[in-house]
């Protein structure tokens, strides 16, 4: 069976927070092992425009996408006004979300699952400069200085580039350890913290 799986994009989503795991779980999909569509779903209309400028065109709007086995909310700029005010993306999250095997945010992605009532009583994580935005939501248990965390089949994980390391972990817990590796190897992402331009 394929695995259905939608990107959400919102206005000013942060860009690699979408990009990232895109690119691992995408080119995953191109392999021969792994039975994955992936596709991102637009929250006000398929034309969206990211946080930096980046335009991108999606596949689908939240009105019109097939049912989806995955989601995943990416952070950004965008996420203030929906976790204060609410809007189509909670409402989405909360129609969507319940038939879903895996559940998964990037960044401040979290908080739009928080309003949606996905964390609650749950462990999560989220950007380190919104760490305690997240606490302070309450009923939450907000996790620092990891890259992400799995709670049930709920994964959030921490900003922007930690996305990445959530969408191999979940291709390894969808089709293996191995598989995982050769992704990574795949997309050449052997990141090699601290900063070593120098030396």
């Known amino acids: 069976m394929t695995l259905q799986v939608g990107i ?29 569509n992936v596709m991102t779903i637009g929250s006000a209309g398929r034309e969206i425009t990211c946080a930096k400028g980046l335009t991108i065109i999606t596949d689908h709007t939240i009105n019109d996408h097939p ?35 895996w559940v998964t945010s990037v960044c401040t992605g979290a908080l739009l699952l928080h309003r949606a009532g996905y964390l609650e009583g749950k462990r999560a994580t989220t950007h380190w400069g919104s760490i305690e935005l997240l606490r302070n939501a309450g009923n939450v ?16 994980s921490a900003g922007v580039s930690a996305g990445i390391d959530m969408a191999l972990w979940l291709v390894g817990e969808l089709y293996g350890s191995d598989f995982a590796r050769f992704t990574q190897k795949g997309i050449e992402y052997f990141p090699a913290p601290p900063y070593t331009a120098e030396v």
């Open 141 to 156: 248990e907000v996790l620092d200085d990891v890259r992400f965390v799995r709670d049930g089949n709920i994964v959030t």
């Open 8 to 36: 959400l994009a919102f206005p000013n989503l942060e860009e690699l927070d979408a990009l990232g795991p895109w690119e691992v779980l995408s080119w995953a999909s191109k392999q021969e092992k792994a039975d994955m």
């Open 67 to 101: 049912p989806l086995d995955i989601i995943l909310v990416p952070g950004g700029m965008g996420t203030r006004p929906i976790f204060k005010d609410g809007g189509p993306e909670i409402d989405w999250i909360k129609k969507t979300a319940p038939d879903c095997k």
